[in-house]
């Protein structure tokens, strides 16, 4: 008799491999601020970041195997600057690329023998706060259109279960967004995290053409301050 799975436990055993390869990297948090978009993530490492500028007002933030969504940012960075030349600037956006990465993922997801080790979130900034768009993208090519903030990673659960008793209602200044996640981070990881290990970046909608902007150790150890 040829070799036989069914499908459903074909893709169980899937998901369950890349959800375990996920629980093994370090969590990122993107919070909504009253300027843009925070991001904060615990990254020792100097030079490969976990968190990129894809487009003007386009940022990506991958956790899991560095490689694999290295690949897709790279990816993604190819996609949207043939369509911003080709076209125009204004003709790209968050939506369009979530959704080529939702197919990629859930193709692979689908059709490779082994999935894809991680999950991607693509945060937008808006001209205001109801304009700002975050997509949360898993190992299978599901999809989520996120509102306020967005945990990925390893301690994604309590990430979440904390981020939603204490985050406000009305999106916090830099400062506030800073300190919550960066406190919220180190009580659930339960590890010290000194300024060298985080990696912090924003969407700012008050700077020109391109929004992005990487904090500096030392930014970091001001506003901790």
């Known amino acids: 008799m040829p070799y036989y799975v069914p499908p459903e436990q074909l893709m169980k055993d899937k998901a369950d491999y890349a959800r375990k390869g996920i629980a093994r990297g370090k969590s990122i948090l993107a919070l909504e601020y009253t300027d843009g978009i925070f991001f904060i993530a615990e990254n020792p490492s100097a030079t490969l970041y976990k968190i990129s500028e894809i487009y003007d007002r386009i940022a990506f933030a991958g956790v899991g195997k560095f490689n694999e969504f290295e690949q897709l940012r790279i990816g993604g960075i190819r996609l949207v600057d043939l369509k911003g030349y080709s076209y125009s600037r204004e003709d790209v956006t968050a939506k369009s690329l979530a959704n080529a990465y939702s197919q990629s993922l859930g193709n692979i997801f689908t059709s490779e023998v082994k999935p894809y080790e991680c999950e991607i979130l693509v945060a937008s900034v808006g001209p205001t706060t109801n304009e700002n768009e975050l997509f949360h993208i898993l190992y299978d090519g599901s999809v989520t259109d996120r509102q306020g903030w967005v945990a990925m990673g390893?301690?994604?659960?309590?990430?979440?279960?904390?981020?939603?008793?204490?985050?406000?209602?009305?999106?916090?200044?830099?400062?506030?967004?800073?300190?919550?996640?960066?406190?919220?981070?180190?009580?659930?990881?339960?590890?010290?995290?000194?300024?060298?290990?985080?990696e912090v970046a924003v969407l700012d909608r008050t700077r020109g053409r391109r929004k992005f902007r990487r904090l500096s150790v030392a930014q970091i150890e001001a506003i901790l301050d």
């Open 154 to 198: 390893g301690q994604s659960d309590q990430l979440g279960d904390a981020l939603t008793e204490r985050y406000p209602g009305d999106p916090p200044d830099l400062k506030d967004a800073f300190r919550l996640g960066e406190e919220i981070l180190h009580t659930v990881e339960n590890r010290s995290m000194p300024p060298a290990n985080l």
